[in-house]
């Protein structure tokens, strides 16, 4: 199909809307970069090291049960809802996250998290519905861009918290950035309600609702809106026919090694230091730096300004390679940077921009990698319930990397623990090189069959499924032939929207 028979501008603007929820998320993680030293001088200065670190982690915590549950919620509610609903939580969360008492704090964090971990499942789902197959990476490619935005827009606000204050002198700066997330939930909140009113019409189609489905497709596609419809009712027939996927299936042959590729991908997206480098970027830097120097600051802007410029490369990137090419060689390119920042930092002076360079290009191997192909990748390959699992997994060593921290590089060193993280990340490309199948432009289907090895047996019904037929083919009696597939337990068995 050309890109004349769609509604680019709605596609892009729409998965734009949905990506702010990812805008939030690392803006409101990395502004904690800056108001961290504040809030320990001057407004808990009783607190220790490792509780200051628990406000973080404690949006983690919340995430990681939200996460088992927004599956269930998108497919009850609808996505575009759940997430106007989850904008609502992390304002509330925010609000008292501005109270300078620590227990209202974490209470605060702990609401914010369960926006985070719903939004890391339903946005996903929603950028792989709403545009043609063909588009969808790039679609994801907001994912990144307005992550990095928001990383960068906090490390340069940072700029703004006084580092020492007189006797008796307060500032409401930290108070300020902070509430600065609520502004961005409020324009999410804002063009759903205004500009994009409807669900994704495969999520339309499956609660039979079809007038609606209609209008959305014709937001999105010029022309083609009655056999897309077509297409869809028929996905949805063959899905009914099936069943919902069980939590337990995830474990048969038709995922389990699907699974555990992705649950890897989605656990080193936060091993290989996403978390840490918002929490700790300032800490990272100011090691073998006067505490009281502004340079540990301007080298944390400089590494978010790579990360938002990396993350147009993505353009090109996802355009030109496969997905399962960027995983394997971006991964082992991210390790390799991140050895050589430890390495060079533990043999020279941690001080010299020798060895401060590799942390501020740690960005571009992370965008090209676990830091934006996971989600893409996992939403892809798995059913809501499987991607629940994995994303379960991500924000688990997200809550154990930024509360631990602290402790290994007390106990490593910061040059060490990144030898330690470096190692991972290389390691993990391999074990993605021998595991990891092709996602882009395929169906589920096809990367599920090929994952568990019956691709070939099936590849004409699953082209049916995946493809729809020809228009001169399409009848009713199709639906009955793919039922009717010998080898049944090798189709998978997609989750009901």
């Not at 971006?330 to 390495?343: D, K, N, P, Q, S």
């Amino acid at each position: 199909m050309s890109s004349k028979k769609y509604n680019l501008w709605f596609v892009t603007f729409a998965t734009l809307t949905a990506n702010i929820g990812f805008l939030f998320f690392d803006y409101n993680m990395s502004v904690f970069n800056s108001v961290r030293p504040y809030l320990a001088d001057y407004v808990f200065p009783d607190a220790s090291s490792g509780v200051l670190s628990f406000i973080p982690s404690a949006s983690t915590i919340t995430a990681a049960i939200a996460s088992i549950f927004a599956g269930s919620l998108c497919a009850k509610f609808g996505r575009r809802k759940v997430m106007m609903l989850s904008d609502i939580n992390a304002i509330i969360g925010v609000i008292l996250t501005l109270v300078a008492s620590l227990p209202v704090v974490i209470i605060g964090r702990l609401l914010i998290g369960f926006t985070l971990g719903i939004s890391t499942v339903v946005i996903p789902i929603y950028f792989t519905e709403i545009p043609p197959i063909e588009y969808v990476g790039a679609a994801g490619i907001g994912l990144s861009v307005l992550a990095s935005i928001g990383v960068l827009a906090a490390f340069c606000l940072g700029l703004t918290v006084p580092d020492e204050m007189a006797p008796g002198e307060t500032s409401q700066t930290w108070r300020i950035l902070q509430a600065i997330s609520i502004l961005i939930a409020l324009v999410r909140i804002a063009n759903f309600l205004f500009f994009f009113r409807y669900e994704p019409p495969q999520y339309l189609v499956a609660n039979n609702r079809m007038e609606e489905a209609e209008k959305a497709l014709a937001e999105v596609y010029r022309e083609g809106v009655k056999e897309r419809m077509e297409e869809l009712i028929k996905e949805r027939d063959f899905i009914n026919s099936q069943g919902k996927v069980k939590f337990i299936e995830l474990f048969t042959r038709k995922y389990r090694r699907a699974l555990a590729v992705c649950v890897v991908m989605l656990s080193l997206q936060q091993i290989s230091g996403l978390n840490i480098v918002m929490v700790f970027a300032k800490t990272i830097f100011a090691d073998g730096i006067d505490e009281n120097s502004k340079t540990p600051h301007y080298y944390s802007i400089a590494l978010a300004a790579v990360f938002h410029a990396s993350s147009y490369s993505l353009f090109y990137f996802l355009k030109r390679f496969s997905r399962r090419t960027l995983m394997v060689y971006g991964t082992l390119a991210l390790g390799i940077i991140e050895l050589l920042f430890g390495i060079i930092s533990k043999a020279a002076s941690p001080s010299s921009f020798g060895s401060k360079i590799f942390m501020i290009l740690w960005p571009i191997p992370f965008v090209l990698s676990t830091g934006t192909l996971p989600n893409i990748m996992v939403s892809e390959t798995l059913p809501e319930i499987g991607c629940s699992v994995c994303l379960l997994a991500n924000w688990i060593w997200g809550f154990l990397t930024v509360q631990f921290f602290p402790n290994l590089t007390d106990a490593m060193g910061i040059n060490g623990t990144f030898i330690l993280i470096g190692g991972i990340c290389a390691v993990s490309s391999v074990y993605f090189y021998f595991e990891a199948v092709e996602t882009k432009g395929r169906s589920k289907t096809e990367i599920l069959q090929q994952y568990s090895g019956t691709w070939k047996k099936n590849k004409v019904a699953n082209e049916i499924i995946a493809h729809g037929e020809s228009k001169n083919e399409k009848n009713a009696s199709d639906l009955e032939t793919l039922k009717g597939t010998p080898d049944k337990s090798s189709m998978i068995q997609p989750e009901s929207a």
